[in-house]
């Protein structure tokens, strides 16, 4: 999906429970169907390839929203967190 977003292409993916809703922005940067329902991604395929401009806001909205899966922010985020936690051990001992 990531790499979908990266180069401007609409990413579409079954909504299983661990990934897709969070990097698809609950459908607003991509695609969702239901798990096992390949009626229902052929639908949307079938959608995409004829109708093409009715999904570039949701293409804007993925490359817009890149910068969440920026490593140097991840990384940064997780050390706050880890002094957060850090202060709250202290001030318990």
């Not at 999904?55 to 969440?68: H, V």
Request: aromatic share 4%; proline share 2%.
């Amino acid at each position: 999906m990531l790499e979908a977003q990266t180069v401007g292409t609409l990413a579409i993916s079954s909504d299983v429970k661990s990934g897709p809703a969070e990097i698809l922005m609950n459908g607003e940067a991509g695609v969702l169907f239901e798990p096992r329902n390949y009626q229902q991604l052929a639908q949307i395929m079938e959608d995409v390839i004829q109708h093409k401009e009715k999904y570039q806001s949701k293409i804007d909205c993925a490359t817009q929203n890149l910068s969440r899966f920026d490593a140097k922010l991840i990384v940064q985020e997780l050390l706050n967190q880890i002094d957060i936690l850090k202060k709250e051990k202290e001030q318990v001992l």
